[in-house]
C-alpha cells in the first residue's frame, strides 16, 4: 500500500505568558492507503493536537508533515484550505450540522462551496444518504433526527467530496452504547468499501478494537504503535 500520511519530528508547543506547554514532542508516525488507524491514550495526552496538526487545522511548532506526497507543513493558509476541502473529511463528536438546513442540504453544502452544480451536489448528497442508511430521512432537520442519525449526516457530509482522508475526533463519545456500535460498524464498512483512510482520535477501546492499527499517546510522545486493544485498554485503566 501507498503512504498516505508520514511526519518527521512534528512538535507543538503552547505557550501562554512564561508557561510552555509541549502538547507534541518528535512525532515521527506513518499511515499507509486504507488504513483505519484509532489515536488512543488518557485525556490530555495530544491526541486531538495530533490530529489537528496533522490534518494542517493547528500549525506544528517544527517538524514536517507530509499528506499524499505534499508537504502540508509548508503550504500558506487558502492552500491548506484547498486542500483540506478536495482532500478530507471531518467527523466531530458534537454533529456540527446547520439546525436550518435539511440532512441532505448539510451534506451537499461543502460541494456547493466548491462551485459543484446544485443539481450534481444534490445527488451525490442523496446517494451518500443512501450508503449511510438514511434514505427516508433526507429531507429531515437535525432536530428531528437522533444522535446517531446526525452522526450518519456528518459522516455522509465528510465523505461527500470522496475524500482521501477521514479524520474523526470522538465520534462516538455523544452516543449511547448501542448507537456507537452502530456508528463504528458504519465507519468500518465504509472504509473497507470505499478505501479510504480514517483516522479516529477515541477514549472507547471497543472503537479500537476494529480498526486495523493503534497508537497509544502519553504526555505527547507516541508509546505505541502497534499495540493490542488490550495492552491499550490497560493502559488507559491505570492511568485513570
Known sequence: ?????????VCKTYVTGDIRVEALKNINLTVESGEMVAIMGPSGCGKTTLLNCLSGIDEVTSGKVFVEDRELTAMDDDSKTVFRAMRMGFVFQFFNLLPVLTAEENVE????????????ARGRAQELLKAVGLKDRMTMRPASLSGGERQRV??????VNDPALIWADEPTGNLDKKTADEVVCLMRKLNKERKETFIIVTHDPE??????????????VIVDENGSIQKVAQEIRRLG
Open 109 to 120: 453544502l461543502p460541494l456547493l462551496l466548491t462551485d459543484e452544480s446544485s443539481k450534481e
Open 207 to 220: 472503537v479500537g478494537a476494529v480498526c486495523d492499527r493503534v497508537v497509544h499517546m502519553r504526555d505527547g
Open 154 to 159: 456528518t459522516i455522509a457530509r465528510a465523505l
Open 1 to 9: 500500500m501507498a503512504t498516505i500520511i508520514r511526519t518527521e519530528d
